[in-house]
């Protein structure tokens, strides 16, 4: 998977998430993923994220990892994007986004996103 094309719809995942710009983000999720959950849906879940962790106000990207990921559509690479996020509860570092993109045909799609604690917790509601 070209590393630019990942690293562009990462960013523009944290950055619809910091604007709860949620029109913006449901297009750049997978189309499994948006199978399995509606636009209303993603609403109560960023919805969640805010009661857990609070407002998100910035994401600064952290680090990316590859891997594999296994779905419905098969086995694909996946690129993971880590960006720390200041919210309205915490500074930069106490909450990490993780945004994993995968590439289908040449076009690339955020299969998923999570919101934990540096230490691995997840909000409610993605478990």
């Not at 879940?45 to 009661?51: A, F, T």
């Not at 990316?64 to 200041?86: A, S």
Request: hydrophobic fraction near 35%; charged fraction near 25%; glycine fraction near 8%.
């Amino acid at each position: 998977m070209p590393p630019e094309p990942a690293k562009e719809l990462a960013s523009r995942v944290a950055t619809d998430i910091v604007a709860g710009d949620v029109d913006d983000l449901y297009p750049l999720l997978h189309p499994v993923s948006q199978q399995s959950m509606t636009q209303q849906q993603l609403i109560e879940l960023l919805d969640k994220i805010e009661d857990f962790a609070g407002r998100p106000l910035e994401a600064t990207g952290k680090s990316r990892g590859t891997g594999t990921m296994t779905g419905t559509w098969g086995t694909r690479p996946v690129v993971k994007f880590w960006f720390d996020l200041r919210t309205t509860k915490a500074e930069p570092g106490e909450y990490v986004l993780q945004v994993d993109v995968v590439a289908d045909d040449g076009e690339v799609s955020c299969s998923q996103f999570s919101v934990r604690t540096r230490l691995g917790e997840l909000a409610p509601g993605e478990k």
